[in-house]
Structure formats: C-alpha cells, structure tokens
C-alpha cells in the first residue's frame, strides 16, 4: 500500500476505535488514538503474517505489552481480515472475544499474548526471540510498551536477557507520551534519561515519529537491517508532537 492509502486506513482505525469505545461505553481511548499509526505500519507493511492462517508458524509475533490499548489492536486487526469489522461492536460485552484486555482464552485469532499485567511482556518477546533463534527460525519478534510500564523492574531484566543474548530478531516499541494513569510520568517515577538508559543495557536505539507512517515504516526497515544488537522504539510527545525513538 502507498503511504497514503496507509494514512487513509490509519484514519478509519481511528474511527473504528471511536465507534467501538462508544458502543462499549468504558474504555481506553488516548493510547488506542495515539498508537493508530504504529498498528497501520506494523499489519499493513512491516509485519510479515496471514490473516487467513492465524497460527501460520512462520508468522511474525507481535507482543502487546499494553493491553488496555486493546482497541486500536482489535480494529487494526478487524481491518486487516482476521474477523468481521462487525465484532468490534462487542467491545467489552459479556461473552465476547473482545475483552477489555486482549486473551488467547477468548477464542481471538491473531492474539500472541494475554496482556494485561504492565511489565510482562517484554519478557515474553524475549522467550520468543531466543526460541527462534535456537530453532534457526526467520521471523521477527516487536512487542509495543507504555512507557510508565517501563517502571517495572522486569522491563530491565528482559532488556539485560536481550542484550546479552544478542537479539536481533526483537524490535520493541515503547509509546513514549509522558502520561500513564496516575498522571505524567515524571511525577509518578521519572524514567530519564530513558535513550541512555536503553543503550546502557546494551540496546541499539533509533529515533522516528510515531505518528508519522513514511517515517515508522523506514526506522522498521532500518532496524531489521541492523545484526547483533536488539533494537527499541521509544514514542516521544513534545511540542504537541509525538515522536518514536527505534
């Protein structure tokens, strides 16, 4: 897809998560709007996948570390042809596949991880780059992270285990908007010099706009290029614009 067919579909993603937090009437709405883009460059160009084999074994794995952001991932995933764009309308009902957090118990295809617990998937993205490489597989790993997740010690030990185990088939996004739920990151337990920290834990970090598809889709390219060295985003909000450290 051209850029801008991709920034069209990045728009109605946005629409969808609108509609379905309307319809639930409960929801997170800022992180879902905010993250549009990166789910558009990740479905519609960077991710190599099938919607209509799910459990395709030499699918790239995506890990959603955030799962209150659950909307944008359903609609990106509705919009991509893993289910009827109709179910979004379930949002959060008792008895859908569409929980408030996304769960491989619900039956959802495309759903790697059942998140929900800040902190923990990093680690998961983790298990799953040393398993592939130990089997000699080809396909990447991305996880996606809120930044106030980052102040859970297990963020650094899976960064550490990364690090040392040189994994280069990881790619991990962190949605760097300086807020989280209790108020704005510095106030509840400042993470700066966040770059610094990254690359004292031995990972390789490129800067990008996070909403900015032309420019996601060339630091993705531009880290899966990158050997030896695992690499991290980081979304950055300044000035009223949001930019991705990769």
């Known amino acids: 897809m051209q850029i801008a067919e991709l920034c069209k579909l990045a728009k109605q993603i ?16 800022g992180g879902s709007l905010g993250l549009a883009d990166v789910f558009t460059a990740l479905y519609f160009h960077v991710l190599n996948h099938d919607p209509k084999n799910p459990e395709w074994e030499e699918r790239d794995r995506l890990i959603l570390s955030i799962g209150h952001v659950a909307p944008v ?6 919009r991509s042809g893993y289910f009827d764009r109709e179910e979004l ?22 759903i790697e ?18 398993g592939a490489k130990m089997d000699n597989k080809k396909w990447q790993v991305y996880s996606i992270h809120g930044d106030g997740e980052l102040q859970e010690g297990s963020i650094w030990e899976a960064a550490m285990s990364a690090s040392h185990y040189k994994l ?6 962190v949605d760097r908007n300086y807020v989280q739920i209790d108020g704005r990151t510095s106030d509840v337990m400042e993470i700066e010099p966040l770059e610094e920290k990254w690359k004292s834990f031995g990972w390789n970090v490129l800067q990008c706009n996070g909403n900015d598809i032309k420019d996601l889709i060339h630091t993705y390219d531009k880290a899966k290029q990158l050997k030896k060295k695992t690499n ?4 950055k ?9 990769n």
């Open 89 to 110: 309308f379930t949002l959060r009902k008792l008895g859908s596949r569409l929980q408030g957090h996304p769960g491989r118990e619900h039956g959802l295809p495309g």
């Open 168 to 173: 280069d088939n990881l790619i991990s996004l």
């Open 232 to 235: 991290s985003n980081y979304c």
């Open 237 to 245: 909000n300044q000035d009223g614009k949001r930019n991705c450290f």
């Open 14 to 29: 946005r629409k969808d998560v609108i509609k379905s937090l309307a319809e639930a009437g409960s929801g997170h709405l």
């Open 73 to 78: 991932f359903y609609a990106t995933l509705a």
């Open 113 to 130: 991880l059942s998140a929900g617990s800040l902190g923990q998937g990093l680690s998961v993205a983790v298990g799953l780059a040393i």
